[in-house]
């Protein structure tokens, strides 16, 4: 174990003082974008994991209301935007959805949740 470390500390002391520096902000920076695009892949998937959690549970509320013939198109409609959210977490999953969304989407997006 001893000889392992030597060589390698040998073979860094190779390199000057620049090309450390150059290399560990490289490492740095490559770190930080690493970390920006998982965080935004988590945080989407967690928010359509709780709108779809709101879905289900407005669902089930329609499903107990007495009169549920005047609820079965609100619960069909319900369940296709559930069908929705699960086929988007899946390809979040999959690394299928696409970074950059069109300004289209994000309007009806928006529009849907009330903003």
């Known amino acids: 174990m001893g000889k392992f470390k ?16 150059i290399l560990g902000t490289l490492a740095g920076i490559i770190g930080f974008f690493l ?12 928010i359509l994991e709780l709108e779809l959690k709101k879905v289900e549970e407005e669902i089930n509320i329609k499903n107990t209301e007495k009169d549920i013939s005047k609820n079965k198109e609100l619960i069909s409609e319900l369940d296709k ?35």
């Open 6 to 21: 030597d060589n390698i500390c040998t073979f860094f002391d190779k390199f000057s003082l620049k090309i450390k520096l």
């Open 81 to 115: 935007k559930a069908k929705a959210i699960k086929s988007e977490i899946r390809d979040i999953d999959l690394g299928n959805k696409p970074e950059n969304i069109s300004r289209e989407e994000m309007d009806t997006f928006f529009s849907d949740r009330g903003f």
């Open 35 to 46: 970390v920006f695009f998982v965080s935004k892949k988590i945080n989407a998937k967690q």
